[in-house]
């Protein structure tokens, strides 16, 4: 990954994200889920997977926290709710670090660290 600025403001529109050098990182993940499109792609169902909770058009079943099926994995977006507003998948995401957040600060309490 790289972190990104949000470019000039010459119109009401900005300019697209602008890349900062120097800032590469990476993040480690079991699973990667591509969040590109309007088209529901089937959610692998596989592995650690298979008990992952779908409607009936193979969209992913959350709670109210963002939270699916599988405790400690959570989604948002398209896959949770179909195509929608971006506004939508920003709430969403929003919702699902705070309740990441809450699940790790709590599992990490009760390990005693």
Do not use: K
């Not at 403001?9 to 900062?20: D, I, K, V």
């Not at 800032?23 to 650690?48: M, R, Y």
């Not at 409607?55 to 959350?62: A, S």
């Amino acid at each position: 990954m790289i972190r990104t600025e949000l470019g000039l403001m010459e119109t009401a529109r900005p300019r697209p994200f602008l890349t900062q050098p120097g800032t590469e990182f990476e993040v480690v993940g079991d699973v990667i889920v591509l969040a590109l499109g309007f088209d529901p792609l089937a959610c692998p169902h596989s592995g650690d997977l298979s008990d992952l909770a779908v409607n009936e058009w193979g969209g992913i079943i959350v709670d109210s926290n963002q939270m699916t099926s599988i405790p400690g994995v959570f989604a948002g977006g398209d896959i949770v709710r179909g195509p929608s507003l971006v506004l939508h998948t920003v709430r969403d995401a929003r919702r699902a670090a705070a309740s990441m957040h809450e699940y790790l600060s709590s599992r990490r309490a009760v390990a005693g660290t």
